[in-house]
């Protein structure tokens, strides 16, 4: 069993930026998709950001690329979401997820995620 618990969250000047990490404990790390997903009050939950096992290779959702950066330290296991020029859009519950070691999948997608944290709050300010 893997838990995830985010941290970093709260409250930013639009323009600003923010790095959001998720350290892992139980179960094994080094093998797990991570993924970074939010959810803003009214809205569905909405894939940020992706990385596999070695780290080399990620994805992002269409509105934070080329803003948002993911990045693991499988020895530390530890997950983290680097923000830049946050937009007022930006503001939602963040969470952190990862799937079952060895078990592949694509990282935009829910499903292939077993674990969830409880979530980091980022409010933006315009």
């Known amino acids: 069993q893997v838990q995830l618990v985010e941290s970093g969250g709260g409250l930013v000047q639009a323009g600003g930026s923010l790095r959001l990490s998720c350290s892992a404990s139980?179960?094994?790390?080094?093998?797990?998709?991570m993924g970074w997903f939010r959810q803003a009050p009214g809205k569905d939950r909405e894939f940020v950001a992706g990385i596999g096992w070695r780290g080399s290779s990620t994805a992002y959702g269409n509105s934070v690329r080329g803003r948002f950066t993911i990045s693991r330290d499988n020895a530390k296991k530890t997950t983290y979401l680097q923000m830049s020029s946050l937009k007022f859009e930006d503001t939602a519950a963040y969470y952190c997820?990862?799937?079952?070691?060895?078990?592949?999948?694509?990282?935009?997608?829910?499903?292939?995620?077993?674990?969830w944290g409880q979530g980091t709050q980022v409010t933006v300010s315009s």
């Open positions: 139980g179960g094994t790390f080094g093998g797990s998709i």
């Open positions: 997820a990862a799937s079952e070691a060895w078990s592949g999948g694509s990282s935009y997608s829910q499903g292939t995620y077993r674990y």
